[in-house]
């Protein structure tokens, strides 16, 4: 049986080919060309790998609000406690909020992650089984193909992460379903692999890639040894291998310098920003205008979504940001016209969002850029990782390295044990908000989703509570999936 969404569309001489969904199973679609011809030379091959990067960053299922990998970060934090819906006013990621959407086999936040994931696999396999036939140096060959290893392994861990339940280190092996392993071009239906079985590919596959990918690069908007390692230290992370997510974060930050509390207030969308590892850069001719990241997540655009129902944070977790914390300008408690940037028209909440800012004030360009990884990032996964291993002094200095850049005022935590874990998840949850961790984070950590006493608005948020382990946190496989696929089995409904 055919499996619907192992899209084999390969993309060169343009950022991008797409195809209609009845074309998903054709193996040469209108839009393309065969994969020899795509690989004949690594010139063509770095054009069909920058396609996969644009698969990333298209509309899918004709829904602005479905953008690619940036939708799905704003999406999996409105699943978290912190991302608040301002205003009953709200029109999108409602069913999000309330966990509605992610557990309808029929709902477009089901198939969306699963169809854009798969889609960057399927080219990446045509990737790897054809680079190493280009004509071209060999250098290029390596450098096309570790990006191409490194992007199926990242979209995997993204894709066993929604879909299969938590990684848990100490009931190895992890034999819960996982997702399918395609590793071929091929669009045969596969049954779903263990997750353990997903996460050891994972790794291969970032390994692989950190072999064969140099630090050097031309643009941030593609995976180089550093953001590969990056990607290993995530996955360590998440597999409680504590040692390894240290090691990596270590190394992968190595090069990039935490940005000053002046670039702080930049408003996270300049791909140029010293500390940002891994983004989209959003140029003139690739805008989603009204479906962009910062269509959704900025203060100042001039959209409905904007206007009427900004974003807030959490207010719990607001007050225990200390005022000298450069952070605690991403927000405001008490917006006035004086101290809060919003579009014309645009209402003030409190706690409001102005983290994500694009130039203009209304901005009616939505081009700003989008971070996918950034150095702060790995001083948080390595502090949390040395404090999981005892190494609570190495952890402090760690975290101090961090914190410290954003309040001047603060000083080397004495806190040991769960303390200073807690110090670390609060620094977090503040630095990384907005940027698609949230949901995950309390997946990975079995915690608990919590609202209550927050700013939560009770009738759009709905769900204030879900205990760890639920199986509501896995999404369900898209129901067009499993009719095309009878190999495929559904999560527990």
């Not at 679609?29 to 690594?42: K, L, Q, W």
Request: proline share 5%; with cysteine.
């Amino acid at each position: 049986m055919k499996n619907r969404f192992l899209i084999v569309l390969v993309a060169v001489f343009s950022m991008f080919a797409t195809s209609c969904e009845n074309t998903y199973l054709d193996t040469a679609p209108t839009a393309s060309v065969d994969a020899a011809s795509a690989y004949a030379t690594t010139k063509n091959a770095a054009a069909a790998v920058n396609g996969i990067y644009r698969a990333l960053i298209v509309r899918y299922l004709s829904s602005q609000g479905h953008s690619g990998h940036p939708a799905m970060m704003i999406i999996l934090d409105h699943m978290g406690e912190d991302m608040v819906i301002g205003t009953t006013a709200a029109s999108w990621h409602v069913g999000e909020t309330r966990w509605t959407a992610h557990r309808s086999d029929v709902n477009t936040v089901t198939r969306f992650p699963y169809e854009m994931y798969y889609r960057v696999i399927g080219n990446a396999n045509i990737a790897i089984a054809n680079i190493d036939n280009s004509v071209g140096p060999q250098a290029d060959k390596d450098r096309l193909k570790g990006e191409a290893l490194a992007l199926r392994g990242w979209a995997y861990f993204n894709l066993v992460q929604l879909y299969g339940k938590r990684y848990d280190a100490a009931a190895k092996p992890n034999s819960q379903p996982g997702v399918a392993l395609v590793l071929t071009p091929t669009t045969e239906g596969l049954p779903r692999a263990t997750v353990e079985e997903v996460y050891t590919q994972i790794n291969k596959d970032l390994t692989d890639a950190a072999a064969l990918l140099p630090s050097a690069r031309s643009f941030k908007s593609h995976i180089n040894l550093e953001v590969a390692k990056g990607i290993l230290a995530r996955v360590a992370l998440t597999q409680q291998n504590w040692a390894a997510a240290a090691k990596y974060a270590a190394e992968a930050r190595a090069g990039f310098t935490l940005m000053s509390q002046t670039q702080y207030q930049d408003g996270f969308q300049d791909i140029s920003n010293p500390e940002w590892m891994w983004g989209f850069d959003h140029l003139e001719d690739q805008s989603e205008f009204f479906g962009g990241y910062h269509s959704y997540i900025s203060c100042n655009y001039n959209s409905t979504v904007i206007r009427t129902y900004p974003k807030a944070v959490n207010n719990l977790l607001y007050d225990k940001i200390p005022a000298t914390d450069i952070r605690a300008k991403m927000w405001v408690k008490a917006p006035t016209a004086a101290n809060s940037i919003v579009p014309p028209g645009g209402v003030r909440v409190p706690y409001i969002n102005q983290k994500f800012r694009l130039p203009g004030t209304p901005s009616t360009s939505a081009m700003g850029d989008t971070p996918y990884m950034r150095a702060a990032e790995m001083y948080l996964i390595e502090a949390e990782a040395k404090a999981k291993l005892g190494n609570d002094a190495d952890a402090a200095k760690v975290l101090f390295d961090l914190v410290s850049k954003r309040d001047a005022s603060y000083t080397l935590s004495t806190s040991t044990g769960a303390k200073l874990l807690d110090e670390i998840y609060f620094n977090r949850r503040i630095e990384l908000w907005g940027e698609g961790f949230r949901f995950l984070d309390l997946k990975r950590l079995n915690q608990p989703l919590n609202r209550n006493g927050t700013n939560h608005i009770a009738s759009i948020a709905v769900l204030f509570d879900m205990p760890a382990g639920d199986k509501q946190w896995e999404f369900l496989l898209p129901r067009r999936e499993l009719d095309a696929n009878k190999a495929m089995v559904q999560n527990p409904l």
